[in-house]
């Protein structure tokens, strides 16, 4: 596809995704106290409409692993989340397959049957969203993969 017909499709969905996020905020504005009640835990796994994004941003409705703590999570209207993919870059160590880079983590669908693919966790995309962006809880991670992500979310911030 040429740059100008990126350019447009772009627009397009950029303008699709305004629609849908007025969509958003008016369901928040009139259930915001509901939204604000809602059990959100560290390590569980929902759907997210990250909407549309800008260069590289993670976009569109994917899983999300909720890694604010959980004392922010019962009390406001807002949760950090790192966003998954199914595009996992990887190299060889010592005969394994792990991630190319230090900021990823990988969930087998072996080890998370909620899954619908191998994921990566890219640690680096950390966004914090409404709750009214998150639908269907899928499952929560271990608690040893838990601590993994975390150490490499402390790493990205220098932490």
């Known amino acids: 596809m040429d740059k100008e017909k990126m350019k ?3 627009e397009k969905d950029l303008r699709k995704w305004t629609e849908d996020k007025i969509l958003l905020s ?3 504005i009139e259930n915001e106290s509901t939204q604000k009640k809602r059990n959100m835990v560290r390590g569980a796994i929902h759907i997210c409409n990250l909407g549309e994004n ?3 941003e993670q976009n569109e409705e994917r899983p999300v692993l909720i890694i604010s703590n959980n004392l922010v999570n019962s009390t406001g209207g807002n949760v950090t989340v790192v966003p998954l993919t199914s595009r996992l870059t990887k190299k060889i ?3 394994k397959e792990v991630p190319k880079y230090r900021s990823h983590y990988f969930l ?3 080890d998370y049957v909620f899954l619908t693919y ?3 966790l890219k640690c680096e995309d950390v966004v914090t969203v409404s709750k009214i ?3 269907d809880y899928l499952g929560n991670v271990k608690d040893a993969d838990l601590s993994k ?3 490499r979310v402390k790493w990205v911030f220098g932490i």
Do not use: M, Y
């Open 8 to 10: 447009i499709a772009k």
């Open 108 to 110: 087998k669908k072996d």
């Open 149 to 151: 992500i975390l150490i």
């Open 118 to 120: 191998d994921s990566a």
């Open 133 to 135: 962006r998150l639908g």
């Open 26 to 28: 008016k369901e928040w």
């Open 54 to 56: 800008i260069g590289s």
């Open 93 to 95: 160590v010592k005969g």
